[in-house]
């Protein structure tokens, strides 16, 4: 019997997703965004770049502001209205305690029950290698999620009124090769799609496909792959790390 993956905690109202680059989370999560979104939850997206080095044939100073219109315009649509940048260079983030900081300080300033975030190993699924900054912000997020309860650890938020918050229940990695959870996605699978597709002009360089299709074929593909793990549901999966 194929092993199932268990159902997403419920009880949550206020979730971080903090991942590098626009388009991240529409890749990854979506859909499972768009149903919660439907039920009333809060959530806000950080995004540690504005994927300004995302495109060859766009300087990063005229790539930054359309990326990041794109992904302000994206998130609307799975009902998501605040969308903050950290302001990284895209493809150069570095792990350490700078980028630990920045994200405990929107943990503070937040106070999200769930924070999501995506891949953060080495490679996907051991099949193909992951970037420096996916893996950079992973590991961070899941880092900065203890770091925001701790007052000793970078003091100077404390100092500018951001006050611990040590009510992260969950961290929730998608796109892992390992995942424990899943989202049913039969109702933000087609706004998910919607949400890629706004990111068009990334999506336009990345592929001779439609446009459309090449955002449906994927996103519908990778949610069918795990419905025989979900009781035969289309899913988003997520390998979920409590605290």
Same mark, same amino acid.
């Given at each position: ?17 903090? $991942? ?10 979506? =859909?499972?965004?768009?149903?919660? +979104? ?11 770049? %504005? ?7 766009? !300087?990063?100073? %005229? ?8 992904? %302000? ?9 605040? $969308?903050?940048?950290?302001? @990284? ?8 305690? *700078? ?20 891949? @953060? ?5 051991? $099949? ?32 500018? *009124? ?8 969950? $961290?929730?990695? =998608? ?5 424990? @959870? ?29 446009? !459309?299709?090449?955002?449906? +074929? ?8 795990? =419905?025989?793990?979900?009781?035969? %549901? ?10």
């Amino acid at each position: 019997m194929t092993e199932q993956l268990e159902p997403m905690p419920s009880d949550w109202q206020r979730a971080l997703a903090v $991942v590098a680059h626009p388009d991240d989370l529409e890749y990854g999560c979506a =859909a499972a965004v768009a149903g919660w +979104t439907d039920g009333g939850r809060d959530i806000t997206y950080l995004l540690a770049t %504005r994927g300004e080095a995302g495109i060859d044939t766009l !300087e990063p100073e %005229r790539c930054a502001p359309l990326r990041e219109q794109e992904q %302000r315009a994206s998130a609307a649509v799975v009902g998501v209205s605040r $969308v903050e940048f950290l302001d @990284h260079r895209d493809g150069v983030i570095e792990y350490g305690t *700078g980028l630990r900081r920045d994200i405990a300080a929107a943990v503070r300033r937040h106070r999200p029950e769930l924070v999501i975030t995506l891949n @953060h190993r080495d490679t996907w699924g051991g $099949v193909a290698w992951n970037t420096p900054d996916h893996r950079a912000v992973g590991r961070a997020t899941l880092d900065a999620a203890a770091d925001a309860g701790n007052r000793w650890i970078f003091p100077e938020l404390t100092a500018q *009124g951001l006050e611990p918050w040590d009510g992260v229940r969950w $961290v929730a990695v =998608a796109g892992s090769s390992t995942p424990t @959870h899943a989202v049913d996605a039969t109702a933000g699978l087609e706004r998910s799609v919607q949400s890629l597709l706004a990111h068009r002009t990334y999506i336009e360089v990345l592929t001779d496909e439609d446009p !459309e299709a090449y955002c449906r +074929t994927f996103l519908t593909g990778n949610a069918q792959a795990s =419905a025989a793990r979900f009781g035969g %549901r289309p899913a988003v999966t997520f390998e979920l790390f409590a605290r």
